[in-house]
């Protein structure tokens, strides 16, 4: 069962959501809010595996939000909800660690697709985003490269990786999910989560997108 929390600002949102996602027999909504305030609360005493979050609230937009909760919850994956294609937000929400974003206009099995990609690890983001998104990171990877420079340091590349360690890397690299790894490494889908878990603390980075440009970066891809 796929627990999800629903917050956004509009009743008549939050309720229809509610009504539509419970008539999925894997879902199960288990909390809902129309702030970022209320995503946190929720998040924290109903720990959601994922989250629909509304970009713009009041109080705490989503964006700031997600930067929250990825601290706070990192395992809730969040799916951004707008109402029109709002690239700055988006983009921000992505970088705090979002999975991805949907219109608000999407059809039902397109939001339940969704939301069954990120539970397994996948992430949902339109062409012209992920190109955004891809041209974002790298621009980020470029300055901390300058400012590397500037301080006479360099990256190193972590030694102590293994080879299934790396095998992973190179699998998100090639957008597959959790579960898409498991089945061409031969692996449970809980030891890649471990694995992932390992590889975040042994390379320092945030979260899978940011491992995903590391793969790109090092040719692992």
Do not use: C, W
Request: proline residues 2%; hydrophobic residues 40%; charged residues 30%.
């Amino acid at each position: 069962m796929i627990k999800i929390g629903i917050v956004d600002d509009q009743d008549m949102v939050r309720d229809s959501l509610k009504i539509l996602l419970s008539t999925q027999e894997d879902f199960e909504v288990v909390g809902i809010g129309s702030d970022g305030y209320e995503a946190l609360k929720l998040v924290d005493t109903m720990h959601p595996d994922v989250l629909l979050l509304d970009i713009r609230m009041p109080i705490m937009d989503g964006v700031e939000a997600t930067s929250i909760l990825k601290v706070r919850s990192p395992q809730t994956s969040i799916i951004i909800l707008t109402t029109f294609d709002d690239d700055e937000y988006v983009l921000n929400a992505i970088r705090n660690g979002a999975s991805g974003y949907l219109l608000k206009s999407a059809a039902m099995d397109e939001l339940a697709k969704a939301i069954r990609t990120v539970y397994e690890g996948g992430s949902l983001m339109t062409p012209e985003i992920a190109t955004k998104a891809f041209r974002m990171f790298s621009e980020i990877v470029k300055n901390n490269d300058k400012r590397r420079t500037a301080n006479k340091a360099s990256f190193e590349f972590p030694i102590n990786l293994n080879k299934t360690e790396l095998e992973i890397i190179s699998q998100i690299g090639k957008g597959l999910s959790n579960k898409e790894i498991a089945k061409v490494l031969d692996l449970k889908e809980g030891t890649v989560r471990n694995y992932i878990s390992d590889i975040l603390q042994k390379t320092g980075l945030r979260d899978r997108t940011q491992v995903a440009i590391f793969a790109v970066r090092h040719n692992l891809d």
